[in-house]
């Protein structure tokens, strides 16, 4: 397990930085609705009159006077996106990273196998994801038991169940990715997280494009969904676990053979 040691101190800083970042935003999310929760009737009014806007974030759905309504709305956008961000920046450059801090032949000249660097490579991204979720769930039931409300726990578990998903999901289509790089990961990371969430945007505005929903991960992380109907979407989840497998599939497909300088 030593390149799985190595690839944690290696990210520890960006892990920190990200759960830090999400979970202090989710955390004064929490707490300005306790500020906000006597003015909520208004907002909601409000929000649920915006047309094509209140479509696109799911608040024609939702009831964003409540707790649920609203961590589902606004919570779950902030950790939805920035989940997404972090799985994927951290997926792109796990196996390109060698070649672009010339550390590879370093790497390479150890007695284990490609096979293995792959594997252990990929327990080291998906611990981080499990970590960064747990810390970041812990964080927002402090916060709701701190302001006195009530805990959806059905519904809150769905919800980070499904932003967890996601990111695997990501991560394993990304990770698929990184194998074929050299040197660039950072902008390829950023650009599958915000397209895959413009997608899901796009399909929540038109109908006609509503199948966008089975090619990104943020389909099936519709909090007006999972609140309202009390379950996840299985199919879109599946859909997405063979997109996670083919980009794993593909990263010990081509990393194996490929050429490292």
């Given at each position: ?29 929490v ?6 929760k006597?003015?909520?009737e ?32 606004e ?62 769930y ?5 916060s709701m038991?701190?302001?006195g409300?009530?805990?959806p726990?059905k ?23 990184s ?7 950072i902008?390829?990371?950023l650009?599958?997280?915000g ?14 494009v ?17 609140v ?10 599946a859909?997405?676990?063979v997109f ?18």
């Open positions: 397990m030593t390149i799985v040691k190595q690839e944690l101190k290696r990210g520890r800083l960006a892990f920190l930085i990200w759960t830090g970042a999400i979970g202090f935003m989710l955390a004064v999310c707490f300005l609705y306790l500020e906000m006597g003015e909520m208004e907002i909601s009014d409000t929000f649920s009159s915006m047309g094509s806007f209140t479509a696109a974030f799911g608040m024609d759905k939702l009831n964003f006077g409540t707790l649920l309504g609203y961590y589902a709305i919570c779950g956008n902030v950790l939805g996106l920035g989940g997404a961000m972090f799985a994927a920046l951290t997926a792109a450059g796990m196996l390109c990273k060698e070649e672009k801090e010339k550390t590879a032949e370093f790497l390479l000249t150890h007695p284990v196998s490609r096979r293995r660097i792959i594997t252990e490579k990929l327990c080291g991204l998906l611990f981080q994801v499990v970590a960064l979720n747990l810390v970041i812990l964080l927002v039931i402090g038991t701190a302001i409300e009530d805990i726990w519904e809150l578990n769905l919800l980070h169940l499904a932003y967890f998903l996601l990111q695997v999901e990501l991560s394993g289509i990304c990770f698929g990715i194998a074929f790089l050299r040197k660039g990961s902008g390829i990371g650009g599958i997280a397209i895959m969430y413009l997608l899901n945007i796009i399909a929540n505005i038109a109908e006609s509503d199948f966008l929903k089975n090619i990104t991960p943020f389909g099936y992380c519709d909090g007006a969904a999972i309202t109907d009390g379950t996840l979407d299985g199919g879109k989840i859909v997405g676990m996670c497998i083919i980009g794993i599939a593909a990263a010990y497909g081509n990393y194996e053979k490929k050429d490292i300088q």
